[in-house]
């Protein structure tokens, strides 16, 4: 059996769909391989921000901890 033609959506050349093929259905092999950018790094923290992101967490979690488990009167 054949496998069907497909029409690319971005470069409209015709593509055989076969199965376990990466990428999107729609669009041929060469179209839809990601692309390469450069990667993102992340921004370095110090110890004040990481302090504060802690306490904000933890200001969260007990706040979810009174509205979940507190005693209707």
Not at 7 to 31: H, M, N, Q, S, Y
Not at 51 to 61: D, G, W
């Amino acid at each position: 059996m054949p496998f069907p033609i497909k029409i690319c959506t971005v470069c409209t050349e015709e593509f055989e769909l076969k199965p376990d093929k990466p990428g999107f259905a729609d669009r041929c092999l060469e179209c839809s391989t990601p692309e390469i950018t450069a990667p993102i790094t992340q921004r370095r923290t110090d110890a004040d921000e990481r302090k504060t992101v802690s306490e904000a967490n933890e200001a969260r979690r007990q706040a979810m901890r009174e509205l979940l488990y507190r005693k209707d009167s």
